[in-house]
């Protein structure tokens, strides 16, 4: 982890904690080293920005990784549902695709 990228990244979201994107790289650099940090961060995101529709990629990874499949599943399902709402064709093919990979491996 680059110590000067998170203290900056500290300092972004301290400025303004209601940037979700501020929370959001926040949870992307601590996901590389401090998985505690980063789930705080990803809850966080899901919690207070649920509109913030960058973060269900990375969360269901996330969650999906630490093995906490249920929550994987309940973020990547809103993710899909959310990008339909948001008309994000783009990112619903990304979001469905990663969760129908996230499934198939459940299945292996």
Do not use: C
Not at 66 to 80: H, Q, W
């Amino acid at each position: 982890m680059n110590n000067s990228l998170l203290a900056s990244l500290i300092a972004f979201y301290e400025e303004d904690p209601s940037d979700p994107f501020n929370a959001y790289a926040l949870a992307i650099e601590y996901a590389k080293s401090d998985a505690a940090e980063a789930g705080r961060y990803f809850d966080l995101l899901l919690e207070k920005h649920p509109g913030y529709l960058p973060t269900y990629y990375h969360a269901g990874a996330f969650f999906a990784a630490s093995g906490n499949v249920a929550r994987a599943d309940e973020i990547y399902r809103k993710g899909v549902e959310l990008a339909l709402d948001q008309q994000n064709a783009k990112t619903h093919r990304e979001l469905l695709s990663a969760y129908n990979n996230f499934k198939d491996e459940l299945e292996d």
